[in-house]
Nanobody, 123 residues
Framework: VQLQASGGGSVQAGGSLRLSCAAS????????VGWFRRAPGEEREFVAG????????IYKDSVKGRFLISRERAKNMVYLQMNNLKSEDTAIYYC?????????????????WGPGTQVTVSS
């Protein structure tokens, strides 16, 4: 599976962005999918994840109520709607496909990763 994240950009604090993750080569419609991010000088961290059918989602505490993960299985797409962005959300965002159908926060359970998309939030 090849994954490609897109939709990043530069916004002011309080603004919104919608990230998209497209899969090609193989479907990831039967897999959990996660969004991760890596801020400058920081380790990569889990942001949000969704189960294979969209029935379960998990969010990092600091993004709860601001970010919404969703998916369109028929289109092999996963999205991350990011609202009320803060400067601390600045990072490179990655999408990844899990080995499991269930949603998971465990980095080691993600086996396909796409190149990231930069999100920059200015205060």
């Amino acid at each position: 599976v090849q994954l490609q994240a897109s939709g990043g950009g530069s916004v002011q604090a309080g603004g919104s962005l919608r990230l998209s993750c497209a899969a090609s080569g193989r479907t990831f419609s039967n897999n959990g999918v996660g969004w991760f991010r890596r801020a400058p000088g920081e380790e990569r961290e889990f942001v949000a994840g969704i189960s294979w059918n969209g029935g379960s989602t998990i969010y990092k505490d600091s993004v709860k109520g601001r970010f919404l993960i969703s998916r369109e299985r028929a289109k092999n797409m996963v999205y991350l709607q990011m609202n009320n962005l803060k400067s601390e959300d600045t990072a490179i965002y990655y999408c990844a496909s899990a080995r499991t159908a269930a949603v998971t926060t465990q980095n080691g359970l993600y086996h396909y990763w796409g190149p990231g998309t930069q999100v920059t939030v200015s205060s």
